[in-house]
């Protein structure tokens, strides 16, 4: 199917799939961790050893390399595995770019471990070109790394503005799309050279799979260190996860697209509530990135909003304890609602307002979902 039809359709078919032998139109698990070597001592097949290569992976990545629009794709054990993995890729010394405001459990690791590991690690307003500009160096910075829609602020970053500084630079841009998705996003398209996405979220989408995925331009020197990475280091994603996440992603459009859809009704109809100072949603036309969003996002702006509540920090927490249809979790992207107080999280150092609420938007009646959150927000500011 590969190039021949839509999108929507690959994911839905992942990739027109029938197995050879047995007609079926599921993918078999592969659950074997090693495979026979020929009698003259070859590997024909090109499969040695699980931690390597798995064909259980082949399916989820060869999708994914197809609706990126990438020349190749890894799946890997969490979101962080794969973040982490680009990194990792480098050599000690080398400078980076990364966003203040960013998913904080990576934040975290580049403030923290990359950094005793040696990583010069800069941190910016990535959404401000000036800014990004000044802080990446011209034959030092080896890496830009953004994020947009970034988490939980929802800020949004120009792909093609950030390509053209770090290439001008010498440097390599790689995008963390796990909110936007590809259904909104497909940032190699806009210049990016890598694409991190936690497929925990929106790609797996049921919130029982924990998996990572990077998708490259090229194959590159970089990639391939990403790769022997993978194997060495052991942050592979189990066969019986990888089927799992294939599954997920056959809906992947469907969920997204009714997602992104709420998310705009909700985040319209909240922004008049008398409790809520600020919305914050890329698809509002007042949102500082509302422009950008419009122009390298389509058929939505993603599910994910954040609010403020005039009352602060004790109102915020107040809401959340009242919400019956909301779920009071962390993560995003599955199929049910979410909301968090993002703060507690992320404790001292955050740079995310105490005031705020994040909220995942599910599949659920977008009435039902605005009705549970006003009857939450009347019951703890009056």
């Not at 659920?364 to 009705?371: A, G, Q, R, V």
Request: proline share 5%; aromatic share 6%.
């Amino acid at each position: 199917m590969k190039n021949k039809f839509s999108p929507e359709t690959m994911a839905a078919q992942a990739m027109g799939f029938v197995d050879p032998e047995t007609k079926g139109l599921t993918p078999p698990v592969h659950t074997s961790t090693t495979y026979l070597r020929d009698a003259d001592n070859q590997y024909r097949s090109g499969l040695v050893y699980s931690r390597d290569n798995n064909p259980t992976y082949n399916y989820v990545e060869d999708l994914l390399s197809e609706l990126e629009g990438g020349d190749d794709a890894m799946v890997l054990a969490s979101g962080m595995a794969a973040a982490t993995c680009v990194f990792m890729a480098l050599t000690p010394g080398d400078h980076v770019v990364a966003p203040k405001v960013m998913y904080w459990s990576l934040r975290n690791w580049l403030d923290q471990t990359a950094r005793r590991w040696g990583l010069d690690v800069t941190f910016v307003d990535t959404d401000s070109p000036a800014d990004l500009q000044a802080a990446v160096i011209k034959g030092k910075t080896k890496l830009v790394w953004i994020e947009t829609p970034a988490n939980p602020m929802w800020s949004v970053t120009d792909i093609a503005q950030a390509a053209t500084i770090a290439h001008e630079a010498g440097a390599q841009l790689a995008v963390d799309s796990t909110v936007a998705t590809p259904v909104h996003t497909c940032p190699i398209s806009f210049g990016a050279d890598y694409v991190m996405h936690s497929a925990t979220k929106y790609l797996n989408g049921h919130s029982d799979v924990i998996a990572g995925a990077l998708i490259t331009a090229k194959k590159d020197t970089l990639w391939e260190n990403m790769r022997q990475n993978r194997g060495q280091m052991g942050a592979v994603l189990g066969p019986f996860e990888a089927i799992q996440l294939l599954r997920g992603m056959r809906t992947l459009f469907l969920r997204v697209r009714q997602s992104s859809q709420s998310a705009q009704q909700i985040a319209e109809t909240l922004r008049s509530h008398n409790a809520i100072s600020e919305v914050l949603y890329p698809g509002l036309p007042d949102f500082p990135g509302h422009d950008i969003a419009a122009r390298q996002m389509k058929d939505g702006f993603g599910g994910m909003l954040s609010i403020r509540l005039k009352a602060g920090e004790a109102a915020a927490i107040a809401t959340a304890a009242h919400v019956q249809l909301w779920h009071r979790a962390t993560s995003l992207g599955g199929v049910e609602s979410l909301l968090e107080h993002r703060g507690s999280i992320e404790g001292a150092g955050s740079p995310v307002p105490l005031d705020l609420l994040r909220l995942s938007v599910g599949i659920e009646d977008p009435e039902d979902l605005i009705s549970d959150l006003n009857d939450a927000l009347n019951r703890a500011t009056t």
